[in-house]
């Protein structure tokens, strides 16, 4: 049960790693920022409180003021898996959250990212 171990996972030992995948290419923590505030309505200061708490990713993810329903818009296929046939809830959050991240890395401008 691979999947679950990654549940446990703090958010905050994966977060360094998203944003450096976006800087990489150019993008901003900021941006990070915005798409991770955008899919979870989280305000700054709460998603600043998760990191420093290491809260893990099922945490994050149950908790989260709002999940936006346009992220059922997100689809395509990620770590060999295609998003939309995820059944487990957790881990489809998780995999929104590397599309959208993936999509921010490969230059789609922030409108089309947020599904605006």
Known sequence: MAGHRIYAMSFASVYPH?????????????????????????????????????????????????LNP????????ICGVRIEDIEETTMREIRYLDKLIDELAKGRPMEKILRS
Do not use: C, H, M, N
């Not at 900021?30 to 990713?57: H, N």
């Open 70 to 77: 346009a992220r059922s818009l997100i689809t395509g296929v």
């Open 18 to 66: 998203l944003v450096a995948k976006a800087e990489k290419k150019g993008r901003t923590q900021a941006e990070v920022d915005e798409i991770i505030r955008w899919l979870t309505g989280y305000s700054q200061a709460q998603l600043e409180g998760l990191l420093e708490a290491k809260t893990d990713f099922e945490s994050f993810f149950a908790a989260a003021p709002r």
